[in-house]
């Protein structure tokens, strides 16, 4: 099974990115994937979630409103789309899947099944 985010950069702030996370060796519709992100100095944190099974999604309020989570489960792809994008959203940012149908808020580092590379994402002018 594996995890491949990609979709970073460099971007002005304001500006939108939209990541991606291919999974292979498993299908979505039977896992949780959550998208993490890890600023330099600071612990990594969830900042969203999509159940395959069944559609539910879940953000962290630092994201909310700007952040979209979306999947193509044809593809077995989940998206990041990241607008109105502020340098404290620098970070590397990963993609990881639980398997099953996880209340969504609970998820956390110490719980994920397996995880993808991490992708830089800049936000700076």
């Known amino acids: 099974v594996q995890l491949q985010a990609s979709g970073g950069g460099l971007v002005q702030p304001g500006g939108s990115l939209r990541l991606s996370c291919v999974a292979s060796?498993?299908?979505?519709?039977?896992?949780?994937i959550g998208w993490f992100r890890q600023a330099p100095g600071k612990e990594r944190e969830g900042v969203s979630f999509?159940?395959?099974?069944?559609?539910?999604?879940f953000y962290a309020d630092s994201v909310k409103g700007r952040y979209t989570i979306s999947s193509d489960n044809a593809v077995n792809t989940v998206y990041l789309q990241m607008n109105s994008l502020k340098p404290e959203d620098t970070a590397i940012y990963y993609c990881?899947?639980?398997?099953?149908?996880?209340?969504?808020?609970?998820?956390?580092?110490?719980?994920?099944?397996?995880w993808g590379k991490g992708t830089q994402v800049t936000v700076s002018s």
């Open positions: 060796g498993f299908t979505l519709d039977y896992y949780a």
């Open positions: 990881a899947a639980k398997h099953g149908s996880p209340y969504l808020p609970a998820l956390g580092n110490f719980n994920m099944d397996f």
């Open positions: 999509l159940r395959g099974g069944d559609g539910t999604i």
